[in-house]
């Protein structure tokens, strides 16, 4: 946001210079990013006119100049400038002025004489426009020195913003705060109605919803488009950074950055009414005022006039509607737009707009009105013009609310670590303009409704430490003694966890909390999830409710960079919605690991042959975790959209209550997914949950046996649907206490086998504590497994 110094003075009156002014904003959260300084240096520089202008005799690009400048005779000045002409009224640097590094002395050109110089706004650290001289009015004192004329000296202030202070996006709004941290008060300003002098109007309609749920619009009839923008208005639309264009357009942009409400105007002859918003329909044109000719979704809202594209909404007006040099009626038109429903569209469009910039942080909606009622003002009293009323549509129901909040002075010692008087809390939260009531215990304060950013307490706690100033917040060390507790034996931290990963060659990976809400489509992984009121952009504009996305993601760049072997891991906490029945609830976090893999196995190295990693090297790196925490996975075919049909997995274990939990899950990305992130190579990924997962039974010492174990080997014939872990739980509960360990040694499909079935050959090696087996005992044991697995698997002895 850039703004004149001298401009914002003229809403808050503080008696602090340049550098204490800039050193507030920057303590205050308003980071001041440049100062340019304006009109430091214009000694003897003055308003003057040319009376005449000959071509030089001896250049085709010079003039020989005959300028009036309040003095006792007129100037002979040489001038290249393309639009120096009798009766122009520009600037003037007498002889012994200073313009940057230049002294202006007696000069010959071409051989005549030159005693001054007519400038440019460049020359004079005005404006980068060095097209020409500078123009001013026709009704401007000759011979006036220019810094009082332009009210100089001034400065551009640029500021840096956060997401959350959308209402300093004017003026207007960044006074409060300097009227705050000064000690001061914003000055009155005059949003009263401009009494209606026409009966002629457009109606206006709302057709979106939540998207837009208040739209005003004014007609103003016998305007005239050529009105000359006044000096005052176009010098402080320069000094911010906007180039003025014409009357009617600069008075929009003049109330946008005063007040922070943007606006358009429309040439009325152009209109027919009733004008509306409503949502564009897939593949409606529209022409912008850019020339750009686009075709329209339904994912943009457009302001339609008898139901026919205008303009889009939020960001850019139509080039059929725009106002011109010949336009005599217009008109005004303010909105408020929910934030999600203009972010990312100029984005999609590769259009970036102020309009736009601030409908995506939130306009305050209640400024709508205001606006068209400045507008309407300046617009008759500049230009003459006869306003007719003022139409407004609203859905008060979506319009957003200020609530009011509780501040506790308890709360507020507690947090800040001070204690502040009544006054000065009830001075500063008034000069930022929130309505404040005495409580017992504290106030009840309701925040202006430009303040999207204030709704809780702590909020509230905010303000008054950024105003009352962060340097004077004193720093203590806690007043009670340090508890240090050990880490719970039962739990596996974080740091071993870590340890494990990097033991077997990750790299540890930190992504943001928030996603596109486009990405998540992609994952179809939309349930529950949590959308942030005021995101930074709609990139990372909801919670993330899953790690896989950005891991991926950010898999997906490495890959892009030329790495051929990928493999990360991250732990972070991810976020969830509460149910209907609990709305009420705050969203629901919980710690999650998830790591991916793509590439080759093992490094590149000359003693192994070279293989693609595939799903056993992640589940066995899974395994290795889930062995160092003493607990053993069930692994069980996965339906997730986002994992390869035959190719994933979900995760269960069983607490030592007996409870199977669903941990994660684990396998290949769906193929349609790798194409739509523009992955070529094929990615294996799992995600748990943390807490569930690092829970652990603590070891405990057991007897060993005196006595010799058995080992007897079965070869099994199971239907292939059979998995090894249904077929390595029947065997653990039917065996019980005898069984020391269960092997796995060979797997066989083919020859001898009919079709839908496989061999599975296992090892059970047996071992009593009291005694030695006889073969009485484990043919026993395996008379009852081969049963059991009969009945329960349809597993039948391989003769």
Sequence with gaps: MKFSENWLRSHVPVQADRNELVTTLTAIGLEVEDVVTLGASLDRVVVARIIEAERHPEADRLQVCKVEAGLEQPLQIVCGAPNARAGLIAPLALLGAQIGD????????????????????????????????????????????????????????????????????????????VAAACGSAVAAFDVSAVPAASARALPVELHAGAKAPRYCGRVIEHVDANTRTPLWMAERLRRSGIRPVSFLVDVTQYIMLELGQPMHAYDLDTLRGPVGVRRARAGEPLALLDGRQITLDDEFLIITDADRP?????????????????????????AYFAPASIMGRGRRLGLHTDAGHRFERGVDPELSLQAIEVATRLITELTGGTPGPTMEASLPEYLPQPVPIRLRRDRIARVLGLTMEDTEIERILSALGMRVETLPDGWKVTPPSRRFDISIEEDLIEELARIHGYDRIPTTLPGTATQVSAPAETRLDDADIRRQFVARDYLETINYAFVDDALLQEWQCQQHTVPLANPLSAELAVMRPSLLPGLIMALGRNLSRQAERVRLFE???????PSSAQADAPPAETLRIAAAICGSADAEQWATTARKADFYDLKGDLESLAISIGTALEFVPSEQPFGHPGRSADIYRTDDAGQRQRLGWIGQLHPRLQRALDIGTEIIAFELDADRLRQRTLPEAAELSRFPSVRRDLAFIVPNHVSWAMISATVHTNVGTLLRELRLFDRYTGTGIEPGYKSLAIGLILQDNSRTLTDRDVDSVTDGLIAALDRDHSARIRS
């Design 102 to 177: 230049l002294t202006i002395k007696p000069a010959k050109l071409r051989g005549i004489e030159s005693n001054g110089m007519l400038c440019s706004a460049k020359e004079l650290g005005l404006d980068n426009d060095a097209s020409g001289l500078l123009e001013l009015p026709e009704d401007a004192p000759i011979g006036m020195p220019l810094r009082d004329y332009l009210h100089l000296p001034d400065a551009s202030i640029e500021i840096k913003l956060t997401p959350n202070r959308a209402d300093c996006f004017s003026v207007r709004g960044i006074a409060y705060d």
């Design 310 to 334: 205008i303009a889009l909404a939020g960001l850019m007006g139509g080039m059929d509607t725009r106002v011109t040099e010949n336009t005599r009626h217009v008109f005004l038109e303010a």
């Design 571 to 577: 732990i972070g906490k991810v976020f969830s919605s």
